[in-house]
């Protein structure tokens, strides 16, 4: 009876513990979003203010400084999911000056949630980074050693996924992807000797981010943004019908801008 148990309960807490759907307590909410607080928990609540605030629940509002506090989180997730947040309201100008600091975050997950944020904000400062979504993304090797490759071109990797291993002399380092997509290529054969920066494979960017850069694009890109974007809307291997009609509509909306930027610039609008 006691194996059975155990056989019920333990999946059933796991799930309890891992579900970002279960309802938070105020004193819950509190405590989770405290820096001690395991990284899951602190998404959770984190999560769940993100939902009240699209309700349009004001009284979450308490606790935006504790959120402002957490976009210096030592754990990129807890930074990433923060930029998430702050997006939900646009109407914060605390938030919005943290979202343009978070632009300048070492890791790439926090700057492209950051951007994607600011056009919310009707903000176009994140307008290269939403770019680089689209585009393949190169990882630069951290440290000095030979290469192990574990995963073979077209693999699908998410944040913290192991891309190979580096053995020094003294030391054995794990490579790990910091973004979500798949492997395009690698730069360097296996058993090569890498130095520390130098860049060893190319991930080419997953579904979601290329929907949601395009997306974003089409409210505030330009000319610059344009190879790109149409370089979806001609359809791109592996990706899903959806993103080629949405890189078609930003496309348009591009050409559309620009048009009417020239003809602001020279003298051949309405008002001439």
């Given at each position: 009876m006691l194996l059975?148990?155990?056989?019920?309960?333990?999946?059933?807490?796991?799930?309890?513990?891992?579900?970002?759907?279960?309802?938070?307590?105020?004193r819950e909410t509190d405590?989770?979003?405290?820096?001690?607080?395991?990284?899951?928990?602190?998404?959770?609540?984190?999560?769940?203010?993100?939902?009240?605030?699209?309700?349009?629940d004001a009284t979450v509002k308490r606790w935006y400084p504790r959120v402002q506090g957490l976009a210096a989180h030592p754990a990129p997730e807890?930074?990433?999911?923060?930029?998430w947040v702050m997006g939900q309201d646009n109407q914060s100008a605390a938030f919005h000056a943290a979202l343009l600091?978070?632009?300048?975050?070492?890791?790439?997950?926090?700057?492209?949630?950051?951007?994607?944020?600011?056009?919310?904000?009707?903000?176009?400062s994140g307008k290269v980074e939403l770019r680089r979504m689209l585009q393949p993304y190169e990882v630069l090797s951290?440290?000095?050693g030979t290469l192990s490759i574990r995963l073979k071109p077209a693999d699908a990797v998410n944040p913290g996924t192991l891309l190979g291993r580096l053995q020094s002399q003294e030391e054995r380092?794990?490579?790990?992807?910091?973004?979500?997509?798949?492997?395009?290529?690698?730069?360097?054969?296996?058993?090569?000797?890498?130095?520390?920066?130098?860049?060893?494979?190319?991930?080419?960017?997953?579904?979601?981010?290329?929907?949601?850069?395009l997306r974003a694009l089409y409210l505030v890109g330009d000319m610059e943004d344009f190879a790109e974007v149409e370089r979806f809307a001609r359809g791109v291997e592996g990706m899903p019908d959806k993103i080629r009609q949405q890189a078609v509509l930003t496309a348009e909306a591009i050409r559309r801008r620009?048009?009417?930027?020239?003809?602001?610039?020279?003298?051949s609008g309405p008002d001439s």
């Amino acid at each position: 009876m006691l194996l059975v148990l155990a056989f019920v309960l333990v999946p059933f807490l796991f799930w309890r513990g891992t579900w970002f759907g279960r309802t938070l307590s105020e004193r819950e909410t509190d405590q989770y979003l405290r820096e001690a607080q395991p990284p899951r928990k602190t998404q959770h609540a984190l999560v769940q203010l993100a939902e009240r605030i699209i309700r349009g629940d004001a009284t979450v509002k308490r606790w935006y400084p504790r959120v402002q506090g957490l976009a210096a989180h030592p754990a990129p997730e807890i930074r990433a999911t923060v930029a998430w947040v702050m997006g939900q309201d646009n109407q914060s100008a605390a938030f919005h000056a943290a979202l343009l600091d978070l632009l300048k975050d070492p890791e790439p997950v926090v700057r492209r949630n950051a951007a994607l944020s600011l056009v919310r904000f009707q903000d176009r400062s994140g307008k290269v980074e939403l770019r680089r979504m689209l585009q393949p993304y190169e990882v630069l090797s951290p440290w000095a050693g030979t290469l192990s490759i574990r995963l073979k071109p077209a693999d699908a990797v998410n944040p913290g996924t192991l891309l190979g291993r580096l053995q020094s002399q003294e030391e054995r380092y794990e490579l790990r992807s910091p973004l979500p997509g798949y492997v395009h290529k690698w730069l360097v054969a296996e058993g090569s000797t890498v130095k520390a920066d130098e860049p060893v494979v190319l991930l080419s960017p997953g579904e979601d981010q290329v929907w949601e850069a395009l997306r974003a694009l089409y409210l505030v890109g330009d000319m610059e943004d344009f190879a790109e974007v149409e370089r979806f809307a001609r359809g791109v291997e592996g990706m899903p019908d959806k993103i080629r009609q949405q890189a078609v509509l930003t496309a348009e909306a591009i050409r559309r801008r620009a048009a009417e930027t020239t003809g602001i610039q020279t003298g051949s609008g309405p008002d001439s």
